[in-house]
């Protein structure tokens, strides 16, 4: 998504001079055409995340659109505070672009993965938190949110190839894009994993479990109506995210079963143990933490056994 977010913005910034981009000494291969371009927008602030969330905020005080682009742990967990006391409290259009979300970073190891960031910033009431699931929905993502009044964090994936079938770039803000209507189970994915999600829902269509594929891209302001009334038409309902199980879409689907009186049950599948002392690549960190497509789609196999007869299957499965 790094090549679209760059080629989006510098289409942005050749109508709106307010648009600015500041990295933490990262990017390289990736930021030179913004650089090139407008050399006088184009701020390299160093390893200093905190003091680059204070220049960017400086900055749109001053009435510009600062985009800060780092690694997602860098750009939000290093400057958290500068983000809350600062963009948010005074309710600034600063824009903290987190590149790498969950394993993303591979053998680089537990301090490069983002596994926290989506809890952490939808707990502050005052940003906007979208997490794009492929590359087509980060541009028309950035299209409708870059000129919100407020801030707003994008959690991009590094990956520019990745095609999630069926979502075609659709993306709003506080809605749910329902990629597949099925009856037996759903899942709902967050961001990039979804092209997880998407191959085991086709998994299990060929094992006779009728799936329906939920993307949720904005996280804050969250689609609750839509998953409302998603989850009401299920009764087996799983979260697949690239993230801690506490305070991503997993907890944020709780919070709608239990808000509306909904009787489904919810399987979140994530990332459940922090760090044990093992690294590698993003692939094979997503196997060993369950998130694998042929993970997911044991999951959801084992789940719908153990609910057998509560969940009825649309043909014979399992």
Known sequence: MRKVFVKTLLELAQKDERIMLLTGDLGFTVLEPFRDAFPKRFFNCGVAEQNMAGIATGLAEAGFIPFF??????????????????????????????????????????????????????????????????????????????????????RLSKDDRTVVSGLNGEFALGRAQVVRKGKDVAIISLGGISAEAAAAAEKLLLLGIDVSLVVIASVHPA??????????????????????????IGSLAAEVIAENGLSARLVRLGVKQGYNGVSGSQGYMKKINGLSAEAICRAIQKSCRDDTPKVKLSRKAV
Request: proline fraction near 6%; hydrophobic fraction near 40%; aromatic fraction near 10%.
């Open 223 to 248: 689609p609750r109506e839509d998953l409302a009334r998603i989850i009401s038409g299920h009764s087996l309902v799983f979260t697949v995210e690239e993230h801690y199980i506490n305070g991503g």
């Open 69 to 154: 682009y780092s690694i997602v742990t860098f750009a939000v967990l290093r400057p958290y505070e500068f983000i809350r006391n600062g963009a948010i409290l005074h309710q600034l259009p600063v824009r903290i672009v987190g590149v790498g979300g969950g394993f993303e970073y591979g053998s680089a190891g537990i301090t490069h993965y983002g596994l926290e960031d989506i809890a952490v910033m939808r707990a502050q009431p005052g940003i906007t938190v979208i997490a794009p699931a492929d590359s087509a929905q980060a541009r028309s993502a950035i299209l409708e949110s870059w000129n919100l009044p407020g801030p707003v964090y994008y």
